[in-house]
């Protein structure tokens, strides 16, 4: 049995959403399906513990989404029409340190600068000149992340007439925090930050994170939705079905119909087979997708594109239903912050970078704390609280990935020590329930999540920018005549951007013979 629209998407991560809603605007038919019982890929909200605790079970923070047009200027109507909303947390952060100091992040830039002079007047002033020059590329930055390549000029390109930034985009994380920077506790709090895209701080191209990452943050907090993460894939869920298109989760694509060369449309799982008219949308991982049709149809370049392209660092997170939030330590008293966390010394982040891509553990010398209910508490019976900790680790810790299975017991005590010496006030007797996931049981959550990446592969040089995720494919096209690709796997990459999802969008709509801005920023059309 069979059925045809004009536009078919294999999976249900925001990013593909967001494409298929720009598809739908246009007026197309389009179908939307997904492996996981719920829509969203990584961005959903789930009660993972106990009921009536809401997690958000990958992304949390959504503050590189923001200057995307997609929310700036609401082109799909996502906050005035489909209820998305978001609040903006302060303190932005708060970090606490190998010898027991701690450092908390304001939104006042006036205050934020305070606190850095606590460990050197001479970072603070650097910090403000260091957010004085990115706010002067933040357009031509936004406006590479935020097109399809080739539509704008490459970065370098657009960064000419402003040669430092030339050699800091080229630069590691790790080399621009050491020269801008004298202090270790301001170093170890940027690279915290750095490194929160799972990007190790000494890949060449890292630089820019050491900028950008604390510009967003010091620019609008690590915002967060109302609700949980999950909210901006039901309001792309409602947009969609009122644009008529058709979502149906629990159908896992696990085959491309090749008709003449072409990609006509899919095969689920159950042996159904949905056609497609004009186009097919991919958001499964490129290492995934081209297991799905003969490799003479990608062609030796691409899949050597594939084979060579770096998935990136694995993660391992742990959720707690909590009666308290954590109080972390910090000058005369404690301090509670919505993104927290601990970290070592400069030199220990550098080094737990390394041994993670080279198949040890992270040891707890970088954690992410993520206490959504400070500033949303529906997301938790009144009174209570979720925690979220998050940090990296190898998909092979050494006797390879089925060794999880016993190991992560032992690495989810050793993070759980390293919060509760930063936060001791989260005894178990606060823990009401935990649940802990290993890269394998990231990846066995959600598919996309090739080997618990959770970022969509690597951002370094050789995976970014036209090279991703195949030097000669980055414009969402494949080798495939009528399949596109879209995803964290694609330009300018993984977190909670929308970026690879218009950016599709655009390319396709393109070459449906669309005017991209007209479509996007005009009311919705009639039905194609």
Not at 15 to 36: F, M, P
């Amino acid at each position: 049995m069979s059925q045809t629209f004009d536009v078919v998407v294999a999976g249900a991560g925001h990013n593909s959403l967001i494409t298929a809603a720009y598809l739908a605007k246009a007026g197309y038919e389009v179908l939307v399906l997904d492996a996981r019982p719920v829509a969203g890929g990584g961005a959903v909200t789930e009660e993972l513990t106990l009921p009536g605790f809401k997690f958000d079970s990958c992304s949390t923070g959504h503050t590189l989404i923001q200057p995307n047009p997609v929310l700036r200027d609401d082109e799909l109507g996502l906050k005035r029409d489909y209820g998305l909303e978001y609040v903006q947390p302060d303190p932005i952060a708060h970090v606490v340190f190998p010898d027991g100091e701690s450092f908390t992040h304001w939104l006042d830039l006036d205050r934020a600068c305070d606190e850095i002079a606590r460990f050197s007047q001479r970072d603070a002033d650097a910090y403000r000149r260091n957010l004085d020059e990115f706010a002067q590329i933040r357009a031509p930055l936004g406006r590479y992340r935020f097109n399809p390549i080739g539509y704008a000029p490459p970065l370098d390109e657009l960064l000419s007439d402003k040669p430092r930034w030339l050699r800091r985009i080229a630069m590691t994380a790790w080399d621009v925090v050491r020269h801008e920077y004298e202090d270790p506790h301001v170093q170890a709090y940027i690279l915290w930050q750095a490194f929160q895209t799972a990007q190790a701080i000494d890949s060449p191209g890292s630089g820019l994170l050491a900028y950008s990452i604390v510009a967003g943050r010091q620019a609008q907090s690590w915002t967060l939705p109302l609700g949980g993460s999950g909210e901006l894939a039901h309001a792309l869920v409602r947009c969609l079905e009122d644009k008529g298109a058709t979502i149906v989760c629990g159908k896992r694509v696990v085959e491309l119909v090749i008709e003449d060369g072409r990609c006509s449309g899919v095969v689920t799982e159950d042996g159904e087979r949905y056609l497609a008219r004009r186009a097919v949308v991919s958001t499964i991982h490129v290492k995934q997708l081209v297991e799905m049709a003969p490799s003479e149809a990608w062609g030796d370049d691409f899949l050597y594109g594939i084979d060579t392209f770096d998935a990136g660092m694995s993660s391992f997170a742990q959720y707690y239903a909590t009666t308290e939030a954590p109080q972390f330590v910090a000058p005369g008293g404690t301090q509670t912050a919505v993104s927290a966390g601990v970290v070592g010394w400069p030199e220990d982040v550098l080094a737990a970078g390394r041994d993670v891509r080279e198949g040890r553990l992270l040891h707890a010398r970088w954690m992410l704390v993520a206490t959504p209910t400070l500033v949303d508490p529906d997301r938790a019976p009144e009174g209570h609280h979720t925690v979220k900790l998050l940090t990296m680790c190898p998909w092979d810790p050494g006797e390879g990935p089925e060794q999880w299975e016993t190991l992560k017991q032992e690495v989810a005590e050793e993070n759980y020590q390293a919060l509760l010496r930063a936060a001791p006030n989260m005894t178990r007797d606060t823990i009401l329930s935990e649940y802990v996931k290993s890269p394998v049981d990231i990846e066995h959550h959600n598919e996309h999540m090739w080997h618990g990446t959770i970022h969509g592969g690597d951002r370094s040089y050789a995976n970014d920018g036209l090279r991703r995720p195949a030097p000669g494919w980055a414009q969402h096209r494949m080798p495939i005549a009528g399949l596109y690709q879209t995803g964290a796997t694609t330009h300018p990459g993984g977190s909670i951007t929308g970026g690879p999802g218009r950016n599709c969008a655009v390319v396709l709509l393109d070459d449906l013979g669309h005017d991209p801005q007209e479509v996007m920023a005009g009311a919705a059309a009639s039905r194609a």
